[in-house]
């Protein structure tokens, strides 16, 4: 029987007929998908900013005082006050605030000024950069040396991989950079600069060398985490009941590790790259200020020693959004890596 017959009362559709309704039913639910998930992102970063604002209208200072001097009289005080909108109620200020930063408005520096917009804007360059090449490193690092450890399983190379990972992954971000500052930093060999000198508004690329102990830092403290979790998914890979066909097929060793585990072991692999940006996001404060990179995380660390409110709320809200937006692009990646998800409704 043709393709377009059917039977006698019925309506006869070909497959070709019915490839577009079910892309179309696919694309429709992968949209539905990412307007749900960009819609939660944004209803998450509401959430952040009330906390932020909440968090810096509580801490243990007048940022009045802090503006004009400790020494300032009660009537300067209010005045100053009044200028920055601090003698509103709380609600008040938090609703403007929030309608500003829409607008893009992150408000004035007390200390310097000017809006916070310029002033953040080569630093969060600078800050993604510096993540940017700590993926860059980490990622192929950990992926070959999660996969040499799986496929020599309980032997030797696989001891000595878990061992070390396991020993590294114990130490805080600042003791790993304080030991390469002494070993390759100027103290035993003196190979690179332990302090980064570039000046503001200048890339960081312009001194490579200033970026091998932060690089370098932040690289040892994700590579044993990213290593043990590559190991783990790729063991379980190989373990499962289609890569023993393949074999039973007698499919090459190479060509099953590569195809059928590696690609089946890259969902965990996707949600751990994505976790992994937000741990750096929350420890390149404290490599920025160890290695003075000119960052987020130094500049927030100045503004809090300084009490500049605007200063604090707008970096703490980047980077809060900066946690939503990495989160996203993981789902995103995680659900275009995996057909099961993808044709889920």
Request: proline fraction near 6%; charge should be neutral.
């Amino acid at each position: 029987m043709a393709a377009n017959e059917g039977l006698p009362g019925e309506l006869a559709v070909s497959p070709v007929e019915l490839q577009p309704v079910a892309v179309r039913a696919r694309g429709f639910s992968t949209w539905r998908f990412i307007a749900r998930r960009l819609a939660l992102g944004l209803l998450t970063l509401l959430c952040v900013s009330i906390l932020i604002f909440a968090l810096t209208h509580v801490l243990p200072s007048d940022p009045a005082r802090a503006v004009i001097g400790q020494f300032a009289e009660p009537a300067q005080i209010a005045a100053v006050r009044k200028e920055l909108g601090l003698d509103k109620s709380v609600p008040a200020q938090y609703v403007a605030w929030i309608g500003d930063a829409i607008r893009g408005d992150l408000g004035s520096s007390y200390q310097a000024k000017e809006p916070v917009t310029s002033l953040i804007g080569d630093r969060l360059l600078n800050s993604l950069t510096l993540l940017a090449l700590v993926a860059l490193f980490a990622l192929p690092i950990s992926i070959a040396l999660g996969i040499l450890a799986a496929k020599n399983r309980e032997k030797g190379f696989d001891h000595a991989i878990s061992m070390t990972t396991m020993w590294v992954s114990g130490l805080p971000e600042f003791v790993i950079g304080i030991a390469l500052t002494l070993l390759i930093g100027g103290t035993v060999l003196d190979l690179f600069p332990s302090v980064n000198v570039t000046a503001p508004g200048e890339s960081p690329l312009a001194h490579p060398d200033g970026l091998v102990l932060p690089v370098a830092t932040l690289v040892l403290a994700v590579v044993p985490y990213l290593t043990r979790l590559v190991r783990a998914s790729m063991i379980e890979a190989m373990d499962s009941s289609y890569v023993e066909m393949a074999h039973l097929k007698g499919v090459p060793g190479k060509y099953v590790l590569r195809r059928h585990a590696f690609r089946n072991a890259m969902v965990p692999m996707i949600q751990a790259t994505g976790h992994t940006l937000i741990y750096l996001l929350g420890n390149v404060v404290v490599v920025e200020f160890l290695f003075n990179y000119p960052g987020l995380g130094q500049a927030l660390a100045n503004a809090v020693s300084s009490r500049d409110l605007p200063m604090i709320q707008g970096i703490a809200l980047v980077f809060g959004a900066m946690f939503v937006l990495f989160n996203i692009i993981a789902d995103m990646l995680t659900v275009y890596a995996s057909p099961r998800l993808r044709t889920e409704g």
